[in-house]
Every structure is written in structure tokens, then in C-alpha cells.
């Protein structure tokens, strides 16, 4: 089974930017539609962007604009930069194939909180 590992996140100023990474195994990563979750407190875990094979991106509307998903598949990676960081933004960050499985084994995720 592929695992996910993200790193990245940390505490930045509303405004802000920061660069999530997500490192992938397995050798048939360049054949999955990436994307990008996060879940805040109390809330959904929510797609934020994705990513095809060959580079085509679909964002969610909260975050259209100011983040971009990438990927490098030589390296079994796919990344999300994130810009105009705001409050609303806090989260958990995820990455994982797209759509995830009906039982999807997700990794620790990476926290980012955006605070004054």
C-alpha cells in the first residue's frame, strides 16, 4: 500500500506564506491523481486541490488563487504552495490519492496555523 508522508507546516503570520511536501511510496505514484486535504477542529476533512498525472489543477474555491499544487514525479513527491496566508487556513494538511479508497490509511499530516 502507498503511505503519505507531509511536512511543512509550522506558525506563520496571517499574510504569510509557507510550502507543504508530501513524500510518496510505492513506484505507480506517477499514475495517481494527487490532492491535498485539510481538516480544522470541529470540522470535515475538505479537499483543497489536486493534481493529474500530467499537471492539470482543480482548486477549492477558499483557496483559489492563493495556493498551487505541484508535483515531481521523478521524486515521488507532490507539493502545495501556499500563499495570502489567512486564520481560516488553519489546519491539518494532508496529502492522498484522488478520490481517496473507502478505508484510506492517511499519515500523521502536517499542522499549519496561521495567527497573529
Known amino acids: 500500500q502507498v503511505k503519505f508522508v507531509e511536512s511543512g507546516g509550522g506558525l506563520v503570520q496571517p499574510g504569510g506564506s509557507l510550502r507543504l511536501s508530501c513524500a510518496a511510496s510505492?513506484?505507480?505514484?506517477?499514475?495517481?491523481?494527487m490532492a491535498w486535504y485539510r481538516q480544522a477542529p470541529g470540522k470535515q476533512r475538505e479537499m483543497v486541490a489536486r493534481?493529474?498525472?500530467?499537471?492539470?489543477?482543480a482548486y477549492a474555491d477558499a483557496v483559489k488563487g492563493r495556493f498551487t499544487i505541484s508535483r515531481d514525479n521523478a521524486k515521488n513527491t507532490v507539493y502545495l504552495q501556499m500563499n495570502s496566508l489567512k486564520p481560516e487556513d488553519t489546519a491539518v494538511y494532508y496529502c492522498?490519492?484522488?478520490?481517496?479508497?473507502?478505508?484510506?490509511?492517511w499519515g500523521q499530516g502536517t499542522q499549519v496555523t496561521v495567527s497573529s
Open positions: 510505492g513506484s505507480i505514484f506517477s499514475a495517481f491523481v
Open positions: 493534481i493529474t498525472s500530467t499537471g492539470n489543477t
Open positions: 492522498y490519492s484522488y478520490p481517496p479508497p473507502k478505508v484510506p490509511n
